[in-house]
């Protein structure tokens, strides 16, 4: 069954820390992984990812993703109080249509 | 470029009744997404169309839920018999067909459901 676990589930820090988020996806037929925030209701897109080795960023946001050890991680540097929410990794399949397998989502929150 | 849109934002209901959705996709996309997530987990596929045609239901889908797109523009969503195990968020998105960007989804701002 193809799996897709994120890490931590829940974290805290303060203003101005560097935060690092795991992804880690077990699927066959591996095309792409992508990178959600979800503040209230509608995730919205950060990243996708496709070539293991090349960082993706975004302003303090960056990702990079490993297909030999089959992870990503996304970074964000001098963290802010609305950088607040829970993000998502997805992964997408060859085999899956454009359908999306998502994990569980951290839950960031950014203390002032 | 207008977004997502859902309709309702939130729908409370008893048990036993039928409740249909509604999403409006971004006016050049041609796939359509359902998805449905409860507190503390990632969305879950439910089902997705290319124009009209219906190309993928998850497996976890109950014959009781139901879906159309039927002229390819917006999509309804409906569950008949309801549960209270239904209660959750019902997420659409949409996305291009173009080759390299067809993952990535644009999600609207959901359907909360709640099946007392």
């Known amino acids: 069954e193809d799996k897709v676990v994120q890490s931590p589930l829940s974290l805290v820090v303060h203003e101005g820390d560097t935060v690092t988020l795991n992804c880690s996806y077990e699927v066959t037929n591996f095309r792409s992984l992508l990178w959600y925030k979800q503040e209230k209701k509608a995730p919205t897109f950060l990243f996708m990812l496709t070539s293991s080795g090349i960082e993706k960023k975004s302003g303090r946001l960056s990702s990079i993703l490993d297909k030999k050890e089959l992870f990503s991680i996304l970074n964000i540097t001098a963290t802010q109080t609305g950088d607040s929410a829970v993000y998502l990794c997805?992964?997408?399949?060859?085999?899956?249509?454009?359908?999306?397998?998502f994990g569980e989502g951290t839950q960031l929150t950014v203390n002032p | 470029d207008t977004g997502v849109s859902q309709d309702p934002r939130h729908k409370i209901t008893k048990r036993g009744q039928n409740v249909t959705f509604r999403c409006d996709p971004i006016?050049?996309?041609?796939?359509l997404y359902w998805y449905r997530q409860t507190l503390g987990q990632g969305p879950e596929f439910l089902t997705y169309?290319?124009?009209?045609?219906?190309?993928?239901k998850s497996r976890l889908l109950s014959d009781r839920f139901s879906a159309e797109r039927p002229k390819g523009s917006f999509s309804t969503l409906e569950i008949q018999r309801t549960e209270q195990g239904d209660s959750a968020m019902y997420l659409c998105?949409?996305?291009?067909?173009?080759?390299?960007?067809?993952?990535?989804?644009?999600f609207g701002s959901g359907t909360q459901l709640s099946v007392l």
């Open positions: 006016s050049e996309h041609n796939r």
């Open positions: 998105a949409s996305s291009s067909q173009q080759g390299a960007v067809r993952e990535k989804l644009f």
């Open positions: 997805a992964v997408g399949m060859e085999t899956s249509g454009s359908r999306l397998t």
């Open positions: 169309f290319q124009n009209e045609a219906q190309l993928e």
